[in-house]
Each structure stands twice: as structure tokens, then as C-alpha cells.
């Protein structure tokens, strides 16, 4: 069979490959401590069930617009008005399966061959995967430690151009956990607005920090017209396989995103729809005590890996992963990790999965149990311990 040369620029995201090997190993009787996949291990809250299973009921089993059900468009619309203090309407919404066909759509719909995309790196791998896929160039923007894994301001003004059609943000941040500042979104808005460049911010993670208050580059003059907000209720909702996920955007690329759904998806299923505007108009405190138990949990293992050989570790400001620097064992972080599952039984990624400027570090989650994060920990002690000599 002859595929299609674009197949050999599709990329992949390394959590899933990693997720089944592990999976494989405990297939084989091993036990394997899930650092990996970025997941919260949370239940999805009981109201939100309950409306799943009430629409079941009343007939929600059936196609609805590609857009999205008017209900939940119009309960995205208001609850992101509510968030980002700017005005929403539901025509700008765009529902869909997860939170990652946004960026598909997004990036197949304003990026031609050829075109510059601005992205973070290290960063969520299916950014550059797609831009790649189109046939875009991507132009990664350094995010290093000793900035807080913000965006590198001096790199990003060399890069952007006339050539750039898009900047990808990403706050707060998946590998890393960092947070971009105000003055950081400031200066990027005040760029994009100048050269008129759209900017998609990829919110997804916005419930879980721990310091500070969550801030949008939709606050910022002029860039009402050019933000894509990319949101889902996988993280916050711990709604992960229910697929549901949506983009607010200005109404003409809305279209143009409703189209791609019509000619990919078709629709998404409209009892979890249903099952979203439940968690968006009901209790919110499951998620605030989701968050609190991953910020104790992110204090267990920040504090624990600055204890193992080898390993330095910043504590982030949000999401639920921690980026620690590995460089002093002088070995690349894929081989690493390959240990770590392997000889440990701990399954965590390597850095350089999420981009070259990832290399030197690993990427866990702490959206698992404290006895389990502890227990990772004292395993992962003997296999550091040798990559240091100790």
C-alpha cells in the first residue's frame, strides 16, 4: 500500500506510546506506577453523570449540529464571558470531540504550506505534529528553566514576521507547568495586534493553579478579533473519555471549523453535551477540591524528587505535571525514562518528547495518589542512584 507522503510528517504524542507500554508490562504481571499520562484520577463528578444518563433517557442519542448543541453554545458562551470578562456569543462556539480536534481544525484552517507557526517548546507535541502535517514551518519558542519556563520575549520578537499566520500559547503549561506572566501575555498581544496575526490559547489547564489568579490574552486591546480560546472539560471535569471539547473564536473561523467537523466528526454526541452544560452550571466545588488535592500533591513530589540523585526540581504554578531537570546524569532523558519503567516499574516521559528544548528533564504527573507518588519516588531512588554513579 502507497501512503500519502504528508503520513511521514504526522507526529505522535509519546504519553499514549508510552501508556501501552506499560500497559503491556503489567499484562505480563508488573506492577507500574502511572506517572505518564496526563489524566486527573478523579471520578467525574456525580451531577455530571446523573445528566449524562438523564439525556440517555430522554432520546440524546441521536446527530445534532456540527457546531455544537444551541444549549451547551450558548453555556460555553456565557461561562467564558464570565471568565475572561469579554463578550461571547454562542455563534462563535464551536463544540467538539475533546479539546484537540481545535487545534487541527485551527491550524488546518488559517495555515498554508509554507506559512510560519509560532509555538512553545518544550510543548504539547500534536502543535508541532500538525503544523508539520499542513506543511506549515514551525518556528518553536524556547521555554527555559531559569525563566519559570515562560516565553522566551527576546527569541519570540526575532521570530515573528510577516510569515507568521499563527502563535500557539499554552498557560498554564503542559510539560512544564509554568505560567505566563502579564507582562509576557501583554508584550505577545501587542505584537500579534500590530501585525494582525491570530493567536490560539490553549486554556485547557486555566482551573489548576495554585498561585495567583488565571489570565487570558483576551484581556489585552485588540485581540478580541484574533484569540482562539481552546478549552475542554477533560481536566477540569476529569472527564477525559468523554470527549468533549471547544473553541471560541471570531464567527467567520467559526464556519470554516463548523465545516471541518461536518467533514471529519460530523457532530459530537449530544448526551455529553448535555453532561457538559451540567458541568458548567452545576456545583463547582468538586473541581476546587481536585485542585487543592493536586497542589498538596505537587508539594509531595517536588519535594521528593529534589531528594533523588541527579534530579532538580521548580515547583509549578499550574496544571498537574512537573518538568524535573535531569542534565547531571549525563544521559539523554529517553533512555531515562526507559529505566525508570523498566527497572522500576515507574512510568514517567522524557523531556525531549514534548520538543528539543525539552531534552535534559522528564515529565510526571502527579494527578495519581500520594502513596503512589511517594512509592515512585523510593523506586526511581536505585535507578537514578546508578545513572549518577553513586
Not at 14 to 33: C, D, H, N, W
Not at 74 to 81: C, P, T
Not at 104 to 121: K, R
Request: charged share 25%; with cysteine.
Amino acid at each position: 500500500m502507497n501512503f500519502a507522503q504528508r503520513m511521514s510528517r504526522l507526529g505522535t504524542e509519546s504519553a499514549f506510546e508510552v501508556l501501552a507500554r506499560a500497559r503491556a508490562l503489567e499484562r505480563q504481571g508488573k506492577e507500574i506506577i502511572h506517572l505518564e499520562i496526563g489524566e486527573p484520577d478523579f471520578d467525574t463528578p456525580s451531577h455530571i453523570r446523573e445528566a449524562a444518563k438523564r439525556a440517555l433517557d430522554d432520546g440524546a442519542t441521536h446527530y445534532g449540529p456540527a457546531a455544537g448543541l444551541p444549549e451547551l453554545r450558548e453555556a460555553i458562551a456565557k461561562d467564558v464571558a464570565t471568565t475572561r470578562q469579554i463578550p461571547v456569543a454562542p455563534e462563535e462556539v464551536v463544540v467538539t470531540p475533546g479539546a484537540k480536534p481545535i487545534m487541527y481544525f485551527v491550524i488546518t484552517a488559517l495555515v498554508d504550506a509554507g506559512d510560519e507557526v509560532i509555538y512553545p517548546n518544550p510543548g504539547f507535541p500534536i502543535y508541532e505534529s500538525v503544523i508539520d502535517f499542513v506543511g506549515g514551518v514551525p518556528v518553536p519558542i524556547p521555554l527555559r528553566e531559569d525563566s519559570d519556563f515562560g516565553f522566551d520575549l527576546s527569541v519570540f520578537e526575532q521570530k515573528v514576521s510577516r510569515r507568521t499566520r499563527l502563535i500557539v500559547l499554552n498557560s498554564p503549561q503542559n510539560p512544564t507547568g509554568g505560567v505566563l506572566e502579564l507582562e509576557q501575555l501583554g508584550r505577545i498581544a501587542e505584537i500579534a495586534a500590530r501585525y494582525r496575526i491570530p493567536v490560539l490559547a490553549d486554556e485547557v489547564y486555566k482551573a489548576f493553579l495554585y498561585e495567583g489568579e488565571f489570565a487570558s490574552i483576551t484581556r489585552f486591546p485588540g485581540m478580541k478579533d484574533l484569540v482562539i480560546i481552546l478549552d475542554g472539560f477533560s481536566k477540569s471535569y476529569a472527564m477525559t473519555g468523554w470527549r468533549l471539547g471547544y473553541g471560541v473564536m471570531p464567527r467567520d473561523l467559526a464556519e470554516h471549523v463548523a465545516r471541518l467537523m461536518v467533514n471529519s466528526n460530523s457532530c459530537t454526541a449530544s448526551f455529553t453535551q448535555w453532561a457538559g452544560i451540567a458541568a458548567l452550571q452545576g456545583d463547582q466545588q468538586p473541581v476546587a477540591r481536585m485542585v487543592a488535592e493536586f497542589k498538596r500533591r505537587r508539594d509531595v513530589i517536588v519535594e521528593g524528587l529534589n531528594r533523588l540523585p541527579g534530579v532538580s526540581c521548580r515547583s509549578p504554578r499550574g496544571a498537574f505535571y512537573v518538568f524535573p531537570n535531569i542534565t547531571a546524569l549525563g544521559r539523554p532523558s529517553a533512555e531515562v525514562a526507559a529505566a525508570l519503567l523498566n527497572e522500576a516499574g515507574v512510568a514517567v516521559l522524557g523531556g525531549s518528547a514534548f520538543g528539543a528544548y525539552g531534552e535534559g528533564y522528564l515529565r510526571l504527573s502527579y494527578a495519581n495518589s500520594e502513596a503512589n507518588i511517594r512509592k515512585a519516588l523510593g523506586r526511581m531512588e536505585p535507578v537514578l542512584a546508578r545513572f549518577a554513579g553513586r
